[in-house]
């Protein structure tokens, strides 16, 4: 079995400070990390359930991934993030069942993280990301 745990469930939203007053709020929830990642361009917020996180992920630019996101489909479900201990391995394999890599190669991630992405198509209509820690 590729995959260790739930990394994180991310979504996307229009006003990221919006959507971290309403976690507390609504649940007490605490950001445990908060990071621009500019070259995807976006600004994540995380929030700590258990060994995973909540992903909070808002645009930083108008042609960032989240942006074109949020303008075809709206705030919501962005995509689910898997743990894994070998990215380059973990992908490869979802290639070789029939997934659409988006990244070629693994790469940064935040929080330090190496990354991939496979794309919808190729999953049964959800966005995937591969973390190795």
Request: glycine letters at 8%; charged letters at 25%.
């Amino acid at each position: 079995m590729l995959l260790t745990e739930i990394d994180h469930i991310a979504i996307a939203v229009n006003d990221l400070d919006a959507a971290v007053a309403y976690y507390a709020e609504a649940f007490g929830a605490e950001v445990a990390h908060r990071e621009v990642v500019d070259s995807d361009g976006v600004e994540e917020a995380l929030v700590k359930v258990a060994d995973s996180y909540i992903q909070l992920t808002a645009a930083t630019r108008p042609d960032s991934p989240i942006a074109k996101f949020l303008e075809k489909r709206g705030e919501g479900l962005h995509h689910v993030g898997y743990r894994v201990d070998n990215c380059a391995e973990a992908l490869a394999s979802l290639v070789a069942a029939g997934g659409r890599a988006i990244d070629e190669e693994p790469r940064p991630g935040s929080r330090g993280t190496t990354v991939a992405f496979v794309h919808p198509k190729g999953s049964f209509g959800t966005l995937i990301e591969l973390v190795q820690e």
